[in-house]
């Protein structure tokens, strides 16, 4: 008797892995400058544990970066460069195209660091692709996005990331933008993983009490918003769960415990909307 073939779904997580880099090295060969499949292969072998290969790729995604003028994607592998730089003499060669690092205001952990010193308003964190291209892998990675949809969502973000409107940019903006058939299942996923509920913001009116916990701007930067008070607990609402850094700056600022859920895109701008009309509305020019 012979064994059932093996079905797409029957694979290890290693083997999906394995599969997504033939997937992009193939892309590479036509496209050696895609940086969506850059991106991917820096991630896939860290992810086996090849740090050869996976510098070679990120070090490959930084120059393709600089090239299209966008330091600020560039910025957001700095410390992972760093990670790389003292076995790789060619990341280090980045970092020095970079410059100096950016004033501790904007770098990771500012807020604690702020806070344990009793400042009265720590310094806000700002947004970072890295952490939005990080949500993006690992939903491929779980195969709730494709290898086709993951590339899309890197090249939606990079180019998203470069222009200055004042709105939001995460990776649910993305895919629901593209009107991606499974967003449901995603949030789904995101919310098992990252034990985050799915919730409904239309279901809650302002509370000025709980919005003003955070700056308006941050909120709208970070993709984070506090809709109500439980007691002294904040109820926040995160567009990316996996961000473990973006709820310490929140629960910093906020200075409560904080319960964290999830929502889709457009649900999240319009609460966001709704909670600057408020503002506006109660004398409080939101900008």
Not at 249 to 273: G, Q
Request: net charge negative; glycine share 6%; charged share 25%.
């Amino acid at each position: 008797m012979t064994d059932a073939p093996r079905t797409e779904g029957d694979r290890t997580p290693e083997e999906e892995v394995w599969s997504a880099i033939g997937a992009f090295e193939q892309i590479l060969e036509q496209m050696p400058e895609d940086q969506a499949s850059l991106d991917a292969l820096w991630r896939a072998y860290e992810r086996i544990g090849d740090r050869t290969r996976a510098g070679q790729y990120l070090v490959r995604l930084a120059h393709v970066l600089l090239q299209a003028d966008n330091r600020a994607a560039v910025e957001a592998l700095r410390e992972t460069l760093q990670g790389y730089a003292a076995d790789d003499a060619s990341a280090g060669e980045v970092l020095e195209r970079l410059g100096a690092a950016p004033a501790p205001a904007e770098s990771a952990g500012t807020l604690a660091q702020a806070a344990a010193s009793g400042a009265s308003e720590p310094a806000v964190g700002r947004f970072s692709m890295a952490d939005e291209l990080s949500c993006a892998w690992n939903l491929m990675e779980a195969g709730e996005l494709t290898q086709d949809e993951y590339a899309r969502v890197v090249q939606d973000l990079t180019e998203l990331s470069t222009q200055d409107a004042g709105a939001t940019v995460s990776v649910m903006h993305v895919l629901e933008g593209r009107g991606i058939a499974n967003l449901e299942r995603v949030l789904g996923y995101m919310a098992r993983e990252c034990g985050a509920p799915v919730i409904g913001l239309s279901n809650f009116d302002v509370n000025l009490d709980a919005a003003r916990l955070l700056p308006f701007d941050f909120m709208v930067e970070r993709g984070v918003a506090v809709f109500e008070l439980l007691g002294k607990d904040a109820l926040a609402v995160v567009l990316n769960p996996f961000h473990e850094q973006l709820r310490d700056d929140v629960r910093t600022l906020t200075r409560r415990t904080c319960h964290f859920y999830v929502t889709t895109a457009s649900d999240f701008d319009n609460f966001i909307d709704r909670v600057r009309d408020a503002l506006e509305a109660d004398g409080e020019p939101a900008r």
